[in-house]
């Protein structure tokens, strides 16, 4: 295979998972191929979508996280992890819906306690605007809590997933799979 004949044709045409995993592992050590994969996929989102931007709002700290050692990436890192109160959520909420922005997200940790917190939270971005609304979360939620979440009106359940390379996902999250 060769990387300038795949994303050449991936301007143009959809490209096989094989063709798009052969692009990934080739950006992984030379920043120029990364820079050039992104040139494409920033083409073809302007093709299919449009140019646009989207402007949400998030929220963080609607509930804990028991990963010891947190994620790599975490802003637990960075100062203190602590839970907003549910005034707090609100105060934010009303803050955000006040520019505009029609979509909020809620980002928490995982932990037994998660599932619960951010239906409470859920709940709370509903009595206060009537944005939509987006989860960031580990993997704490169950099959049935996403099913009630889509009840309660959450529009999406995001899960990053930040690489496909073992050795580096285990490195930024050592304590998920």
Same mark, same amino acid.
């Given at each position: 295979?060769? %990387? ?8 143009? =045409?959809?490209?096989?998972?094989? =063709?798009?995993?052969?692009? %990934? ?22 093709? =299919? ?8 709002? %998030? ?7 028991? %990963? ?32 505009? +922005? ?9 932990? @037994? ?44 359940? +995001? ?15 050592? =304590?998920? @799979?």
């Amino acid at each position: 295979m060769n %990387f300038k004949e795949i994303l050449d044709r991936a301007k143009k =045409e959809a490209i096989n998972e094989q =063709e798009a995993l052969f692009l %990934f592992e080739n950006t992984e050590s030379s920043l120029e191929n990364t820079l050039k994969l992104f040139e494409v996929a920033s083409h073809v989102r302007n093709n =299919e979508a449009g140019k646009l931007v989207r402007i949400d709002g %998030f929220i963080g700290g609607v509930a804990p996280c028991d %990963f010891d050692p947190p994620c790599g990436y975490c802003f637990r890192h960075l100062s203190e992890f602590e839970l907003l109160t549910n005034e707090e959520l609100a105060e934010g909420v009303k803050a955000i819906a006040k520019t505009g +922005t029609t979509t909020v997200e809620l980002g928490g940790g995982t932990s @037994s306690k998660s599932p619960g917190l951010i239906k409470e939270a859920v709940q709370i971005v509903q009595e206060n605007s009537d944005m939509e609304i987006w989860i960031n979360v580990g993997p704490c939620l169950s099959e049935e809590d996403v099913k009630e979440l889509k009840e309660m009106g959450v529009k999406g359940i +995001t899960c990053s997933l930040e690489t496909i390379n073992e050795k580096v996902f285990k490195k930024v999250k050592s =304590e998920d @799979s």
